[in-house]
């Protein structure tokens, strides 16, 4: 029986390195890591999912995205059979984004955020992991956080900002943390919920994802 192949996509501005303590039992399943580039000029999400799909490699996969890569996930998933697609910390339409997100698309406020200023590491951290991130695990997520092109940056915001998507896919298995700072819990439907789940459970919770990934994946998981 040949093993299922899983596709992970990092959430924004962020490598593979934070699925570095994922791990699925491998006699059952074959790991594989996508990876940001940087967007062409006037590139809609539409378009740059279709050329991230050229990065896989194999029939019905399993994608899973994290927060922005789980918005990807999901429009990569129109464009490709799928075995399963599944997002973490992220959200299923526009209308699970928080208040400011919505303000900020109906006032063209993103258009002002200095993504410039994004390079400076603690400011990164706290747009792609959450207001809460303590300074002492600053360096601790540093590491997480490679993707710094001001052009990458500029489009990712926009385009979290601008998804359009209103109706949810029934077929996406969404896990959220009861804690997550970024996307708010109220605002989430149809959810597996993490109990203490933060906007950086990929990295703290890894041991429950390790537990029940399988599970999800092959459809055995108690709801």
Do not use: C
């Amino acid at each position: 029986m040949s093993k299922i192949p899983v596709y992970f996509m990092p959430g924004l501005a962020a490598s593979p390195i934070i699925f570095e303590n994922i791990k699925l039992p491998d006699e059952d399943y074959e790991m594989f890591f996508l990876e940001w580039f940087v967007p062409k000029a006037k590139e809609t999400l539409q378009e740059y999912a279709l050329r991230m799909t050229k990065e896989i490699k194999h029939k019905n996969p399993v994608l899973i995205g994290v927060s922005f890569g789980g918005i990807l996930v999901q429009e990569m998933k129109l464009l490709i059979p799928t075995f399963k697609t599944i997002i973490i910390s992220s959200v299923k339409t526009n209308k699970e984004m928080p208040s400011r997100m919505k303000i900020a698309k109906n006032t063209l406020a993103y258009k002002l955020i200095p993504t410039s200023l994004l390079a400076n590491v603690e400011t990164l951290v706290k747009y792609a992991f959450g207001d809460n991130i303590i300074s002492s695990r600053l360096k601790l997520y540093e590491k997480y956080l490679s993707v710094r092109d001001k052009k990458y940056l500029d489009w990712a915001i926009e385009s979290v900002i601008l998804w359009s998507r209103i109706k949810p896919d029934e077929d996406i298995i969404h896990i959220h943390g009861d804690a997550d700072a970024v996307f708010p819990i109220q605002n989430i439907k149809n959810a597996i919920i993490i109990k203490g789940g933060t906007h950086i459970m990929i990295i703290n919770k890894y041991k429950w994802l390790n537990e029940n990934l399988p599970k999800i994946i092959n459809g055995t998981e108690k709801k």
